[in-house]
């Protein structure tokens, strides 16, 4: 089936990025995803499976999704193909010369326990007139549109802001059995990623097939078995080369690699950077 898709986009994600996206029919998202950037997802139509962290959220019309820095995430189709959303990446300097309250009141919806959030419906059609008039501006290309859209995001972030008290934050995906198991073995992953992890290993340590791990592990979470403890792994060693002065082969230990290698390969084909020139340019 041919999926058309429209776009619409602006910027750059250190500073600001906004994408609108049409598309009319199916989509999952197939890079291996985590950033150093916040990221604002808004669904405007349609329904989505959100993958974070550990589990899966289901994403309806009008609801906003926030993603931390370094969280791993990836969208998955849902009932419907067709769907409409907006994504927003930023750092720090969209807050500017604001004020550390200000600064802080704006980051307030990334630090809390939760992600989906379901805004009061007087907010959540005032978050979409916002969001659809900043896309106007980005289209046009009117002066001063870089501005615009600046202004909008920081409003948006101050309007969810005021208003987490009064929203919903979306529950986990109701889980089967199987989704439960999932769900239990990424968790595992997450804490023992420096150990040895095999599929036939952890597959009799859940009392599940190894094909049908495999299978359901790429279906409830996006993500491939071993790609996912691969992204895992290399995240951790982004953090200890660029937080630490440890050395690269002691990093690609620490973070669960027997081969150096094997290290220097998976780091490079997630950052396109080598992990020397990675600790080089975060320094």
């Known amino acids: 089936m041919h999926t058309a898709i429209q776009y619409v986009r602006y910027g750059s994600p250190y500073e600001l990025f906004v994408e609108n996206a049409k598309r009319s029919g199916p989509f999952t998202m197939t890079d291996e995803h985590y ?10 139509a349609g329904n989505r499976l959100y993958f974070i962290h550990d589990q899966t959220y289901p994403v309806e019309q009008g609801d906003l999704v926030f993603i931390n820095k370094q969280v ?4 998955l189709q849902a009932t419907s193909a067709a769907h409409e959303r907006t994504i927003i990446h930023f750092n720090e300097a969209i807050s500017g010369s604001l004020s550390q309250p200000l600064q802080e009141l704006m980051l307030r919806p990334f630090n809390r326990h939760g992600f989906v ?9 005032a978050i979409d007139q916002l969001i659809r008039k900043m ?13 615009i859209a600046k202004l909008a995001v920081q409003e948006l972030l101050v309007t ?14 109701s889980e089967t059995a199987i989704h439960g198991k999932i769900f239990e073995i990424v968790r595992h992953i997450n804490h ?8 036939n290993d952890l597959a009799q340590q859940y009392f599940i097939s190894p094909h049908y791990l495999s299978r359901m592990f790429k279906a409830v979470t996006g993500f491939a078995f071993s790609d996912y403890i691969v992204l895992t792994r290399i995240k ?11 050395s690269i082969s002691d990093i690609a230990i620490q973070t669960g690699f027997d081969n150096f290698s094997h290290f220097g390969k998976s780091f490079k084909r997630v950052t396109q950077l080598s992990p020397r020139e990675y600790r080089k340019k975060m320094s």
């Open 117 to 125: 959030l379901r805004l009061p419906y007087q907010q959540q059609l």
């Open 192 to 199: 023992h990623f420096s150990e040895p992890l095999r599929l």
């Open 236 to 246: 951790e060693a982004q953090r200890l080369l660029q937080e630490t002065a440890k």
């Open 160 to 173: 969810t802001a005021r208003n987490l008290q009064d929203s919903l934050l979306v529950p986990a995906q």
């Open 72 to 75: 791993l995430h990836k969208t």
């Open 135 to 147: 896309i106007h501006e980005i289209g046009q290309r009117e002066p001063g549109f870089e501005l």
């Open 35 to 44: 950033h150093r950037y916040y990221e604002i997802y808004y669904l405007h």
